[in-house]
């Protein structure tokens, strides 16, 4: 891991990756999206309002996912000065909010002919959006002091505090009565039918692959914009 | 240099540990504020001001439903204790006997709860028409009646 703490080492690795993940990511959405929305069959109770489950469980999923780098990446920051860990935290945070907003807005699309309601304050909607709020968070106090490096420390601890808040969202629908229903996965198996599961596990790749690249794509803006800047403080003096 | 970081690691798995712990007292203590609702069995058991303002949930109780004019009164069941509930208004589309519901409202003198708002609860099982009427079919439905 410490081999990669090195920016041009890692920007080589990234460089080789992300073509694939880009290549893998086009492939998941280009038979993904059609199965969800088209050939997939509608539910027996939803009808075709269960092909927004399609977009809202990867969202969600990815909202946990990248929090999950985010802090991660914090920790190792904090712990070992891991400088490309902690890009790697901070070029999450925007994607994460965005999955986790996307996850927000389909929920309360789906929630409307469903549930009778947009929005309800029970456990799992209210955790996910105290994930939302904790990204903003990061984002904000990351960038509030004058000096780059106390405001990165901040934010990590931050983003460390904040990772309670994802064993609490898994489980929301389990330790309380909520009205989300419980997660799809239990120890008795998948209550998923198999021609819904695949193109819902597609979505989660694409989305996954997506985020590969453009978390990249930004670790790689952010090692650039350091270069630059150390360029110009050396023209200065 | 090495000490140094030991020291950090014991630092942040500690503030961890404290932070976790503070979080599931709290948790724990305010756990009726953050269930959704109570179930039937629940609700007999909660010492409930007159006017009170709850939700409860369960399954809609087959063959319950009856209407007169825009009330609709139907009973809530959790298997073990049941609720007799009367709604005037839109029932959601999901509302079927046999499906999950949470309605907010109050208890009324005579035992019946008045919903003012009923919500559909959706469960986690997704499946095709064929695949439901199949397992119908086969006699293996264990979910709801529809």
């Known amino acids: ?237 | 240099m090495a000490k140094r970081k030991t020291q950090r690691l014991y630092f942040v798995l500690l503030g961890g540990l404290a932070v976790a712990t503070g979080i599931a007292l709290v948790l724990t203590a305010f756990e009726d504020s953050i269930v959704f609702f109570y179930s039937p069995s629940e609700i007999s058991h909660q010492e409930l001001s007159p006017g009170q303002r709850v939700r409860i949930g369960g399954l809609v109780e087959a063959g319950s439903v009856s209407s007169a004019g825009d009330t609709v009164s139907f009973i809530v069941t959790d298997t073990a204790e049941t609720l007799d509930v009367t709604y005037r208004g839109i029932l959601p589309d999901l509302f079927r006997e046999g499906q999950g519901i949470v309605a907010e409202g109050y208890l009324l003198a005579s035992g019946v709860f008045q919903a003012s708002d009923v919500l559909a609860k959706h469960d986690e099982t997704y499946m095709p028409p064929e695949v439901a009427e199949a397992i119908k079919a086969a006699g293996e439905w264990r979910g709801d009646d529809t």
């Open chain 1, 1 to 237: 891991m410490h081999a990669f703490a090195n920016p041009t080492r890692f920007l080589k690795l990234a460089a080789a990756i992300q073509p694939w993940a880009a290549g893998l990511c086009i492939l998941c959405f280009a038979i993904g999206i059609p199965m969800a929305l088209v050939f997939s069959p509608p539910d027996y109770q939803q009808g075709d309002t269960v092909r927004i489950m399609y977009v809202h469980v990867p969202s969600a999923w990815m909202g946990l996912f990248a929090y999950g780098v985010m802090a991660a990446g914090s920790a190792s920051y904090l712990i070992w000065r891991h400088a490309v860990a902690n890009m790697i935290a901070k070029a999450s945070a925007p994607i994460g909010a965005m999955f986790t907003a996307l996850c927000l807005l389909t929920g309360m699309l789906w929630g409307e002919p469903m549930w009778g309601t947009p929005w309800v304050w029970d456990a799992r909607l209210t955790s996910m959006l105290v994930l939302f709020f904790l990204y903003l968070g990061y984002m904000a106090l990351g960038d509030a002091f004058d000096s780059p490096e106390q405001g990165d420390k901040a934010a990590a601890i931050l983003a460390l505090v904040g990772s309670v808040n994802l064993p609490i969202i898994k489980f929301s629908v389990d330790w309380w009565n909520s009205l989300h229903q419980p997660s799809i996965f239990s120890m008795a198996g998948v209550s998923v039918d198999t021609a819904m599961l695949a193109p819902l596990f597609l979505m989660v790749g694409a989305f996954q692959f997506y985020y590969v690249v453009v978390v990249f794509m930004r670790v790689r803006a952010q090692v650039l914009a350091a270069k630059v800047r150390a360029a110009r403080l050396k023209r200065a003096t």
